[in-house]
């Protein structure tokens, strides 16, 4: 199946709508139903946009999770209790919840991001800084990805 990968910058109109990039669509046309699911981020300052089929697969994955965790708590509380299900209109947007862009500071000009089987929504401002490579220890991702073979 093919993966969502590239970066695209959009703005939010003034209703809190979002165009999804055409390659991205077609990524969901061709393979998931047009419903989305919008969650929060476990860590990051972005929204998460799920096709509807890959949230469940996340669904199953948490559900045999051991809410003895405390991570597994904080996962189901920070992202399984902020998802919303969202479709695609006729012209390729998604009105994106309030409530996410007041958590996410989405406003105007954002990012979306390719994450194989998601798509990550910044704000530019929040992206750009977290992708500065001046705040980036090189030596130290690049160890940690080497375990993986990356």
Same mark, same amino acid.
């Given at each position: 199946?093919?993966?969502?990968?590239?970066?695209?910058?959009?703005?939010?109109?003034?209703?809190?709508?979002?165009?999804?990039?055409?390659?991205?669509?077609?990524?969901?046309?061709?393979?998931?139903?047009?419903?989305?699911?919008?969650?929060?981020?476990?860590?990051?300052?972005?929204?998460?946009?799920?096709?509807?089929?890959?949230?469940?697969?996340?669904?199953?994955?948490?559900?045999? =999770?051991?809410? /003895?965790?405390?991570?597994?708590?904080?996962? &189901?509380?920070?992202? !399984?209790?902020?998802?919303?299900? @969202? $479709?695609?209109?006729?012209?390729?947007?998604? =009105?994106?919840? /309030?409530?996410?862009?007041?958590?996410?500071? &989405?406003?105007?000009? !954002?990012?979306?991001?390719?994450? @194989? $089987?998601?798509?990550?929504?910044?704000?530019?401002?929040?992206?750009?800084?977290?992708?500065?490579?001046?705040?980036?220890?090189?030596?130290?991702?690049?160890?940690?990805?080497?375990?993986?073979?990356?």
């Amino acid at each position: 199946m093919p993966a969502f990968s590239g970066k695209y910058y959009y703005t939010l109109d003034e209703k809190g709508r979002l165009m999804i990039p055409a390659p991205f669509r077609e990524i969901i046309y061709a393979n998931y139903s047009p419903k989305l699911f919008v969650a929060n981020s476990a860590f990051d300052n972005c929204l998460n946009v799920y096709p509807f089929e890959e949230w469940l697969r996340l669904e199953e994955k948490v559900k045999n =999770l051991p809410r /003895s965790d405390r991570a597994v708590r904080y996962f &189901l509380r920070r992202v !399984v209790a902020s998802a919303a299900e @969202v $479709e695609l209109d006729k012209q390729g947007r998604v =009105l994106v919840p /309030s409530a996410h862009r007041q958590d996410s500071r &989405l406003d105007g000009e !954002v990012v979306l991001v390719g994450q @194989v $089987e998601m798509i990550e929504l910044w704000s530019k401002a929040e992206w750009a800084s977290e992708t500065d490579p001046a705040k980036v220890d090189r030596e130290a991702l690049e160890a940690s990805l080497s375990r993986y073979g990356i």
